[in-house]
């Protein structure tokens, strides 16, 4: 079946240092989108891209879509304390009112003040 | 608005008991859905239901069942709850047709004993 894998699994940097982590799906995928979830809490939206090759920002953030549509990533310049959480990947897949997303199981990164 | 609401918060069963775990969404989405959440294991699809009239199964189903009371309820019942139904589980919804990203509540941690 479809999956989409996330790594890494885990990332502690120190505050200010830059983070990234990545998604690849094995089949083409018709979006990707970013959710967080802080530590005790559910996840959030962040973003979606849709596009080939698309590049999104949201401040200290930067999504990207890969040219095949398999693959992304989410970018952090110079880590705050407030991005501690798990940032999930989600794949769009089906059509109409039976889209579903494929999960990645998400990196956890904690951040050293 | 509320967004997306659940009940209970937290709840604790013992082996064998039943349960229904209430959700509620006031933003006219379509969709509705139903993940269970365990360390290490990401996001699980237990339950879907595309619109107002039908549900689906995901991926782990067995040992729940779900009703969509109307478009804004959906809930997830534990007929006989078992130690490895102990998960936190999130309501999330969606518009529907173009819109893929999806909004969770709070979620409800259960454990079964």
Redesign the interface.
């Known amino acids: 079946g479809q999956q989409v894998m996330q790594i890494p699994q885990y990332q502690h940097v120190q505050e200010g240092e830059d983070f990234t982590t990545y998604c690849n799906s094995s089949t083409t995928l018709s979006n990707i989108q970013w959710y967080k979830q802080r530590p005790g809490g559910h996840p959030v939206f962040l973003i979606q891209l849709v596009k080939s090759g698309e590049v999104k920002k949201q401040k200290r953030l930067t999504f990207q879509f890969g040219e095949a549509k398999k693959n992304s990533s989410l970018h952090i310049t110079a880590t705050q304390t407030t991005d501690v959480g798990t940032y999930f990947c989600a794949g769009g897949s089906g059509a109409g009112n039976n889209r579903k997303l494929i999960w990645g199981l998400g990196t956890s990164l904690a951040v050293n003040p | 608005n509320a967004g997306v609401t659940q009940t209970p918060k937290f709840q604790v069963l013992k082996t064998g008991q039943s349960m229904t775990l209430q959700c509620a969404q006031d933003m006219n989405h379509?969709?509705m859905y139903w993940y269970r959440q365990d360390p290490?294991?990401?996001?699980?699809?237990i339950y879907?239901s595309?619109?107002e009239g039908t549900t689906?199964k995901?991926e782990v189903p067995n040992g729940y069942n779900v009703s969509r009371l109307n478009k804004r309820e959906f809930s997830l019942r534990l007929e006989s709850a078992a130690p490895s139904q102990t998960s936190v589980y999130?309501c999330?919804s969606?518009m529907?047709?173009g819109a893929?990203?999806?909004?969770?509540?709070?979620?409800t941690r259960l454990t079964v004993t």
Do not use: I, K, T, V
Request: hydrophobic residues 35%; charged residues 15%.
């Open positions: 379509n969709s290490g294991m990401g996001l699980r699809l879907y595309a619109s689906d995901g999130f999330a969606r529907g047709l893929f990203e999806q909004y969770f509540g709070p979620g």
